[in-house]
C-alpha cells in the first residue's frame, strides 16, 4: 500500500474532524449542574469526565453526535520453537494505531470513518481504511449500511480487539477470515422474547476496493443472534449466533478464500465467570476445508483483574502456517512450515485500570503444528492497549 493511500486517509479523517467547531470532553459546567441538582453522584460525574469520549461540537441542526474516536495498542512477545540453532524471536510492535470520527448526520444517517496507521513488519499490506459507511438508522429493526466494513461472521471475530480477552484471536478465526470488505448490509434488532438481532450483507470479498468493477462475483453473508436472558436463572447471561457465508470468488486477493463458511457461538456470563466458545467450519467444493473450535473461561478474582483460559483446536486440509502469529518470524521457519492438525492452550491475565478504555494484558501461549514431525512453539505476550 502506498504512502500516498495513507496520506488520503489521514486527510479524510482530518475533513471530518474539520466539521466541527472544537473537541472537548462533556461540559464540566454541565455536569456540575448536574451534580449539584441531584442527578449525579460526585463518583459519577468523575467517571463520566474518564470515560467520556471528546464530542465535535456540529456547526448545524443536521450534525450531531459527532466523536473523536480511536485507539492505541502496543505488543510485545518472545517465542521459542524446537526448530533447532535460530529458534528463538522476539519483537516490539504497534499493533493497531487508529483515529476515526462517528456521527449522525441528516438526524437519520450515521456516519463513520477510521483510517489505520500502524506501520511494522507484520502488516505490510495493512489497508489504510479501516471503516468507511453511511448506515441509515431510521428503525430499529432494518438499518441499511453501505460502505467497507467488516461481514457479521463468527463471535470472536466481530468482537472488537478493545473487548478481547486475549491478546491475539484463536488460530481457528484468524485461518478461516481475516480483513474487511465493501458491501451493502442490512441488519437490526427485533424487541420480542428472546431478543433477537440478524444481518444480511453482500459483500465484494476484495482487499483492494479499486477491484470492485473488474470481479463481478460476490460474497453473501446471513447472521442472527439471541439474548436469552429471559430464560435463564436470574444472574445469570447467555447469547447465541449463528453465521453463514457463502462465496463465488475465490481469485486473486479475496479475503474470504473458501466457498461457504458456518460459524456457531456461545457467550455465557455469571457475575465474575465469562465464558466464550465457538465453532467455525469451511470448506471449498474441492472438499478441502478447515474445521476448528475453542472454548475460551475468565474470571475476574478482583474488580481489576481477570484471568483468562483458552483451548483451541484446528483441523485443515488446506495446511496451516507456523502455530502463531510470532512463530511465523522465527528464523529457523523463514522457508515456511505447514501443517494440518493444530492445538494451543493459552493462559493469561488482564489488568483494567480504566475498564476496556484502558487495560494490561499478558499472556502465555504453548501451541503445536503437525505435518508429520510436530512443531511447538511456546509465546509469552504483553500488551497496553488504549481506546479514546
Not at 105 to 134: C, H, T
Not at 202 to 228: C, D, F, K, P, W
Request: charged letters at 20%; a negative charge.
Amino acid at each position: 500500500m502506498s504512502h500516498y493511500s495513507y496520506r488520503c486517509t489521514a486527510v479524510a479523517v482530518a475533513s471530518l474532524l474539520a466539521a466541527g467547531s472544537a473537541a472537548s470532553a462533556a461540559s464540566p459546567a454541565l455536569l456540575e449542574a448536574l451534580e449539584e441538582g441531584g442527578h449525579l453522584s460526585s463518583e459519577q460525574v468523575e467517571r463520566i469526565k474518564a470515560e467520556g469520549h471528546p464530542a465535535v461540537t456540529p456547526m448545524g441542526d443536521n450534525f450531531r453526535n459527532f466523536q473523536i474516536r480511536g485507539m492505541i495498542q502496543t505488543q510485545a512477545a518472545y517465542v521459542n520453537t524446537n526448530t533447532g540453532d535460530d529458534e528463538n524471536w522476539s519483537t516490539l510492535e504497534l499493533r493497531r494505531a487508529r483515529l476515526g470520527v462517528e456521527g449522525d448526520l441528516l438526524q437519520d444517517v450515521r456516519v463513520n470513518l477510521e483510517g489505520n496507521f500502524a506501520f511494522n513488519e507484520f502488516d505490510d499490506d495493512i489497508q489504510p481504511l479501516r471503516s468507511a459507511y453511511l448506515q441509515w438508522r431510521k428503525h430499529d429493526a432494518a438499518h441499511v449500511k453501505v460502505g467497507f466494513d467488516r461481514p457479521a461472521f463468527g463471535l470472536e471475530r466481530t468482537t472488537g480487539s478493545a473487548k478481547l480477552l486475549t491478546i491475539e484471536r484463536s488460530n481457528a478465526t484468524q485461518t478461516i477470515i481475516d480483513g474487511d470488505m465493501l458491501g451493502i448490509a442490512l441488519d437490526g434488532s427485533l424487541e420480542v422474547a428472546p431478543l433477537f438481532s440478524y444481518s444480511a450483507g453482500i459483500y465484494t470479498n476484495r482487499q483492494n476496493t479499486n477491484e470492485v468493477n473488474e470481479h463481478a462475483r460476490y460474497l453473501y453473508n446471513l447472521s442472527g443472534r439471541m439474548t436469552l436472558d429471559d430464560f435463564m436463572p436470574e444472574g445469570h447471561a447467555l447469547a447465541a449466533r449463528l453465521d453463514f457465508i457463502f462465496n463465488d470468488d475465490r481469485d486473486g486477493d479475496a479475503v474470504f478464500m473458501y466457498d461457504r463458511g458456518i460459524a456457531f457461538g456461545l457467550h455465557y456470563a455469571l457475575n465474575e465467570l465469562d465464558i466464550r466458545a465457538e465453532i467455525l467450519w469451511a470448506e471449498t467444493d474441492g472438499s478441502e476445508d478447515v474445521f476448528g473450535w475453542y472454548v475460551q473461561p475468565a474470571f475476574h478474582f478482583t474488580e481489576q483483574f481477570q484471568g483468562v483460559l483458552r483451548y483451541e483446536m484446528v483441523d485443515s486440509d488446506l495446511n496451516m502456517t507456523a502455530p502463531s502469529r510470532y512463530a511465523a518470524h522465527v528464523p529457523d521457519l523463514a522457508g515456511g512450515f505447514t501443517g494440518a492438525d493444530y492445538w494451543a492452550l493459552y493462559a493469561g491475565g488482564n489488568y483494567y485500570i480504566h475498564g476496556d478504555a484502558h487495560k494490561l494484558m499478558a499472556g502465555l501461549e504453548y501451541s503445536e503444528l503437525d505435518n508429520g514431525m510436530t512443531l511447538e512453539a511456546t509465546t509469552v505476550m504483553g500488551a497496553w492497549r488504549v481506546l479514546f
